[in-house]
């Protein structure tokens, strides 16, 4: 008796009908759980989204989900008109990787409570600060967790050989490249050295690259000078406190500082001091190191000098503007589950520090814990240039965001129509005193009051 | 005379009178219902994207910040109190005046200039002088924002190159508010010429040989015959590019973005700047809305105007 068995036409067509649902069964569990839409903040460095890109697919490969993953520009405000059309319409991405700044409080009403993704990592990382908490947290819930994608300090990063040549500073030697806390950065005060900096700055040529433009880079700029000095706008309570010795303290300073800055210095948009370093036109610009980084490949002779070092102190202290961006899922969203546990995917120490090491260290994490990640020591050349960009304990430094610490629908609106940067601007351009400019400007924010 | 050979039906077979408009075919003959169904599509269109936005805005506008309740007027009242609208309202003015005025005379003499060319060669030049309308808004703006930019602006090399010291082209406000005009103006004249040349070729030539046989000159051709014979077409299109002004959005936003100091801040831009950027849409719809207004008064007058002397010709 023959113990092969003959493959028939009828046997043959029923395992090639067979084998052509393989694909079918593929997909219908590729998916599984369910489908998930993430808009991302296209980066500035080009790397970043494709090793964030990679990243998110490993983990919807893992947990079975179909992930639809759009890379949104900052500029022109794309971020803030997503957003905003998300946000009516009640439809489109499920989890938002970049609620800058006041947008969590401007949509807490539409925004997913994130309370146990918060409590997840903050068992594995450490509480978050306070300055976090005043920007995500909404009718006593987490609205948004701060993301380490996008979330960047606007210190100086000034020039070591100018520096050192034309202002008489060694910048290396003032914040270097280790934990020390040095005599000489005592000394780095907005009345002191940094105004005789911005002097020589000026007679070489090369003015400080700080604008009083209506774009963030400016209102954080302006906005961390003012709070130096003490001078806040509006209080927590709503209350507007404007009109105090420390503004006009603060008014005075930038009377003397703004003729020391270039002459188009109110038309500077979030751009212009880039240029300026990568064209060889600064001592010194206020920016996270994405100036550098592309500096890097255009303008390597520049790149070489650059170093990126804490903000000057004021009489209130040392303040460095910060740009958040927060993971937010909506309340609309159809598959929270599976944003809620890709955010925490996302916020693990190992995928930060992949994604950090690409983005040669622009990205800040909001965990103090994760401060010890090797790539600002290792980011160069010059090497250690990036080593003081995160705040660390030895800068005695606050972070601040222009606005703070009004409630935040003051708090937006004191940012968004830059009102420090025109308050400075009618003292400087527009030749009013210091009490017309303050009395202006507290009549514009008693309009933003409502 | 009948013939008793001619047929003639019994009254009971009577051909029934026949049904007008009977069924789909019957429907579908009345010119009224076919001209109303051609034109649904665009009437859906212009609904969807003109009339419901228009409504869903002044409904905006009457709401609290976070729209959870009604207001009234609070919002119109809360930008009356502002300097900064002050200003938005100043500056929209200007700009949508100075700048229609602009493109009007200048469209007004191209289009004189190229009328006397030869026709063969008048193609070129039209469609040499139509290139700033025919070129995005956006990219020719930002054209026209490298060469005012400092750190790049061809302008102040030219000015340099032959002396004359750099000039702070965006951040001075009036210089600024020129360079809007200017943008504005070099983008919106070719509209104008190409209208009025239009206008011109249906002038009839009698009436010029009439007056030049009346020896009038060509000043008094100009003011007697040309300029009321297009008057409704410079009514006209003054009317429409001073609508299309007053919302201008691109110029502003890639130029300025309504610096400096908000000096260059118009209706458009200023209600982005409040809705979109500083989260309070109702109020953002509020500014918006305060060019409607301005707008219907004048369009109104306008189109008044032109239906009286369009009677008073006939």
């Known amino acids: 008796m023959s113990t092969s068995r003959k493959m028939s036409r009828r046997r043959a067509l029923g395992l090639a009908a067979a084998a052509s649902t393989l694909p079918l069964v593929h997909m219908r569990t590729a998916g599984a759980a369910g489908k998930l839409s993430v808009g991302f903040w296209d980066h500035w460095v080009p790397q970043g989204n494709d090793v964030m890109r990679k990243q998110v697919q490993a983990w919807a490969a893992q947990n079975k989900v179909d992930v639809s993953l759009d890379f949104i520009t900052s500029s022109g405000n794309k971020l803030l008109v997503t957003i905003a059309a998300e946000a009516q319409a009640r439809a489109g991405h499920d989890l938002l990787t970049f609620f800058p700044t006041w947008e969590v409080q401007n949509h807490s009403r539409e925004l997913e409570s994130l309370d146990d993704v918060i409590a997840s990592l903050e068992s594995k990382y450490g509480k978050l600060d306070d300055f976090f908490r005043a920007l995500a947290i909404a009718d006593g819930h987490w609205r948004a967790v701060p993301a380490a994608w996008g979330s960047q300090y606007k210190g100086p990063c000034g020039r070591l050989d100018l520096f050192k040549q034309h202002c008489g500073i060694d910048l290396q030697a003032m914040y270097p490249a280790k934990p020390v806390h040095t005599a000489l950065s005592d000394a780095w005060t907005y009345e002191g050295l940094f105004l005789k900096a911005a002097e020589a700055s000026k007679k070489i040529g090369k003015p400080f690259g700080i604008g009083l433009g209506t774009t963030a880079d400016s209102v954080d700029t302006a906005g961390s000078i003012f709070a130096s000095f003490g001078a806040q706008f509006v209080d927590a309570k709503g209350n507007i406190t404007l009109k105090s010795d420390n503004t006009r303290r603060a008014l005075e300073f930038f009377k003397k500082f703004v003729p020391l800055l270039p002459p188009d210095v109110y038309s500077f948009d979030d751009a212009t001091d880039n240029r300026m370093l990568i064209a060889d036109q600064t001592t010194m610009i206020y920016n996270p190191p994405s100036a550098w980084a592309v500096a890097l490949r255009d303008a390597p002779k520049v790149a070489e000098q650059c170093w990126t070092f804490p903000t000057p102190a004021g009489p209130a202290g040392r303040f460095m503007p910060m740009n958040v961006f927060q993971f937010g899922v909506w309340s609309f969203s159809r598959n929270k589950s599976a944003a809620k546990d890709l955010i925490v995917y996302l916020m693990q120490r190992e995928q930060v520090q992949q994604r950090l090491n690409v983005t040669l260290g622009f990205d800040i994490p909001p965990f103090d814990s994760m401060l010890d990640f090797d790539v600002w020591e290792k980011a160069g050349p010059p090497p250690g240039t990036l080593y003081n960009y995160p705040v660390r304990p030895i800068h005695q430094m606050k972070r601040w965001i222009t606005g703070m610490p009004a409630p935040p629908a003051i708090a937006v609106q004191i940012y968004n129509q830059a009102l420090p940067c025109n308050l400075v601007a009618k003292v400087t351009q527009a030749g009013q005193s210091i009490e017309q400019a303050i009395a202006w400007a507290e009549s514009e924010l008693e309009s933003y009051s409502g | 005379m009948a013939d008793s050979t001619s047929l003639s039906l019994p009254a009971t077979q009577a051909i029934p ?197 009346d020896g009038a000159s060509a000043w008094q051709k100009l003011r007697y015959v040309t300029l009321p014979m297009m008057r409704n077409i410079i009514s006209l299109t003054m009317l429409f590019s001073l609508i299309v002004t007053f919302a201008n959005f691109d110029i502003v936003r890639i130029l300025t973005n309504g610096g400096p100091v908000n000096t260059t801040h118009i209706f458009a831009t200023y209600a982005f700047q409040v809705g979109i950027q500083s989260g309070d849409i109702p109020l953002g719809a509020a500014v918006s809305l305060f060019m409607l207004p301005v707008l219907a008064i004048s369009s109104f007058f306008v189109l008044r105007g032109i239906s009286r002397r369009s009677q008073e010709a006939m």
């Open chain 2, 17 to 213: 009178a026949r049904r007008s408009g009977g069924g789909l075919k019957g429907v579908l003959r009345r010119r009224a219902i076919v001209g109303a169904l051609m034109t649904a599509p665009l009437i859906a269109l212009l609904g969807g994207l003109v009339a419901y936005p228009a409504v869903y805005a002044i409904y905006l506008s009457l709401l609290s910040r976070n729209m959870t309740h009604f207001v009234g007027f609070h919002n119109f009242i809360l930008l009356l109190r502002r300097d900064t609208f002050h200003m938005v309202v100043f500056q929209s003015a200007l700009f949508a005046v100075t700048a229609v005025i602009f493109k009007a005379v200048i469209g007004f003499t191209l289009a004189h200039l190229m009328h006397n060319v030869p026709s063969r060669r008048q193609r070129v030049f039209r469609g040499l002088l139509l290139l700033p309308w025919v070129i995005p808004l956006a990219l020719s703006t930002l054209g026209w924002w490298w060469l005012f930019e400092p750190t790049s602006s061809a302008l102040n090399w030219l000015l340099v190159r032959i002396g004359l010291p750099p000039q702070d082209w965006l951040g001075d406000p009036w210089t600024a508010r020129f360079c809007m005009i200017l943008v504005n103006t070099w983008w919106g004249e070719p509209f104008f010429m190409i209208m009025y040349l239009a206008a011109l070729k249906s002038v009839p030539e009698q009436l010029f040989e009439a007056a030049a046989i």
